[in-house]
């Protein structure tokens, strides 16, 4: 079992880097909208097995037309229970992990936006949170299914049985997977989302923000395009 999560950003700069993570995200070419139009929610039938659970809309207020992000207030509180943060944490270093090119998701601070995400009362905001709490119960259920216990306490290959099954697009088509495939979906933009609009995600492309460049743009180094590619061909599909 992992360890617990321990949160690596403070509310000021979660809230800040929520308004980046709202924006397009460009990663060599592959274009990531966090907030684009999502697929429409397949029926739940019976054999899909998706917990299809319903949760209070969150409420409060909002930052308005013209947000101050060089003081932001905290307006809504985080909502992610401790279980449901360490699972996230987890996952999105299953999707993010460590490697030459850069650290993990969660050691940028990864979770803790996510966490700021689904918490924002928001119209699509509010549409992810009901996604992807729904997709967290439904890998204790599939983990519960599958081996009798919870998804984080499973070992480490047994948990990469279920993510094997929900991780690819293929997948959408079997009733039994559908919902999880949109939900994993979901949860792995957020996370390389956040991961490239943080700054150690935007030092690992070789972005040189607000640095007065003499003559054309280079582009990002051949190291750094070499680590987005191999990123990106890594991606499920």
Known sequence: MSKNYISKINRRD?????????????????VVACDAPEPEMPVVQEESQWPDLKFEVITGPKYGQDPDMINPTTPWPRTLTAD????????????????????SATEVGVPDVIDEWVSAPYE???????????????????????????????????????IDDIAYASKASEPAFEHAVLFFAKLRTLVFGGYFTSPEGIGDIGYMGNVPVLGDYPGPTEEAMAHLNDVIANMPA
């Open 124 to 162: 699509s905001q509010q549409s992810d949170r009901v996604l992807i709490l729904n997709g967290l119960q439904w890998l204790d259920d599939e983990a519960g299914r599958r081996f009798n216990k919870l998804f984080m306490t499973v070992r480490a290959s047994e948990q990469i049985q279920i």
């Open 84 to 103: 449901q943060l360490n699972l996230v944490a987890h996952l999105s270093d299953i999707i993010c992990p460590a490697d030459d090119g850069g650290p």
């Open 14 to 30: 979660s809230l800040k880097w929520l308004g980046s993570l709202t924006s397009v995200v460009v990663v060599g070419g592959v």
